[in-house]
C-alpha cells in the first residue's frame, strides 16, 4: 500500500476546516448565508487554483508543493494552515449575527494554496 501524500491530506483537512467555517458561519451569522457562503467559498478556491496557475505559468514563476519530504520544517508551518482556519470557524461562534463573507474568502484563499500544493505534488 502507498503512503499517504502529506500534501493531500494537508489539503483534505484544510477544506474540512472550511466546511466548519462554512457551517458555523450559516449557522450564527446573517440570515442567507446557508446558500451564500457555500457558493462564496466554491467560487473562491476554483479562481484561486486556476488563476494561480495561469498566472505562475505566464510569470515564469516555478514553486514547489508546500510539504517537502527533504525539508520536515515545510510540515510544520503547513500545518498552520487548517489550524487557523479552524479558529475563523470559531469566531461565528463568539460574535454572532454578522456577515462573515470576507472571513470565508480569506479561508477560501488558504483552502486554495493547499489544494493547488496537493496538485503540484500531484504531478511531481
Known amino acids: 500500500m502507498k503512503r499517504l501524500e502529506p500534501n493531500l491530506v494537508l489539503a483534505a483537512s484544510t477544506v474540512i476546516a472550511l466546511a466548519l ?61 487548517p489550524i487557523v482556519v479552524m479558529l475563523f470557524a470559531a469566531i461565528p461562534l463568539i460574535w454572532s449575527g454578522h456577515d462573515y463573507g470576507l472571513l470565508i474568502i480569506i479561508a477560501s484563499v488558504m483552502a486554495g494554496v493547499t489544494v493547488e500544493s496537493a496538485l503540484k505534488a500531484r504531478r511531481a
Open 21 to 81: 467555517l462554512i457551517s458555523t458561519a450559516a449557522l450564527f451569522g446573517a440570515p442567507g448565508g446557508a446558500v451564500k457562503y457555500p457558493i462564496i467559498a466554491l467560487i473562491c478556491v476554483v479562481a484561486f487554483v486556476i488563476g494561480n496557475g495561469m498566472m505562475a505559468v505566464r510569470m515564469g514563476r516555478v514553486s514547489p508543493p508546500m510539504i517537502s519530504l527533504e525539508n520536515p520544517a515545510t510540515a510544520l508551518f503547513a500545518g498552520g494552515f
